[in-house]
């Protein structure tokens, strides 16, 4: 089975530019998670949705971060205007509630630089 | 508030030796379940094993075996016989409650393990 799918690997832009990430979770699984890493902070979680529906977006730092789920197998994660200290690694990670353990699974991860 | 320490920042072993990575968490929540990750310098994350309050065994999966304490509240990994390609970030999670009573995981700040020939 593929696991989950991000894409891009590599975005590279000059600040101030919108920047759109890309997440089609495992087929099946009703949880999507996006998570943000840098040396500074480590791994956080920035928001999560249960059957496309968002749960909880307190992790977003600011209103420039923007997500949705259209569908199960998709999700954007939006930064408008960017800067660079949103520089970071930003993975999607999806699971199946029910599942034993409930895993979370993770895709390849985004690796962001804003300029 | 949920959290996950881990105090060594770096680790060291020789190849076919056996090492332990410490975890201590901290959670008010009865129920509760510990995973570990593998983060290797291409970047993505990798599950290992996962350990849960009230599981009576401890883990084990291959060479990865987790040495739960549950009144010491720690959860340490154990690999033996370690590889060259066991070098790599470790990170210690717990599945904590969150809204909706779904599966929010809470990191710690991961350990760099290195595996010398």
């Known amino acids: 089975d593929a696991g989950v799918i991000q894409s891009p690997r590599h975005e590279v832009t000059e600040m101030g530019q919108e920047v759109t990430l890309r997440c089609k979770p495992i087929s099946g699984h009703d949880y999507l998670f996006w998570y943000r890493q840098t040396m500074m902070r480590g791994l956080e979680l920035l928001i999560y949705f249960n059957n496309n529906v968002p749960i909880d977006d307190s992790g977003m730092p600011e209103d420039r971060f923007s997500a949705k789920m259209p569908n199960a197998s998709f999700s954007t994660l939006k930064i408008q205007p960017s800067e660079p200290r949103d520089s970071a690694v930003y993975f999607c990670?999806?699971?199946?509630?029910?599942?034993?353990?409930?895993?979370?699974?993770f895709g390849p991860g985004t690796r962001l630089t804003v300029l | 508030a949920q959290k996950i320490t881990q105090t060594q920042p770096g680790m060291f072993v020789q190849e076919k030796e056996a090492v332990t990575l410490d975890c201590t968490y901290d959670?008010?929540?009865?129920?509760?379940?510990l995973f570990w990750y593998k983060q290797p310098s291409s970047g993505e994350m990798i599950f290992l094993i996962y350990?849960?309050?009230?599981?009576?065994q401890n883990a084990t999966e291959g060479r990865y075996s987790l040495n739960f304490q549950k009144a010491r509240k720690s959860a340490n990994l154990v690999i033996s016989a370690s590889q060259l390609g066991d070098s790599a970030m470790y990170f210690c999670a717990m599945r904590a409650r969150a809204e909706g009573g779904s599966e929010k995981l809470v990191f710690g700040k991961g350990t760099k393990l290195t595996v010398n020939p």
């Open positions: 990670a999806s699971c199946l509630a029910g599942d034993r353990p409930e895993t979370q699974y």
């Open positions: 350990q849960g309050s009230y599981d009576q």
């Open positions: 959670t008010s929540d009865p129920s509760y379940g």
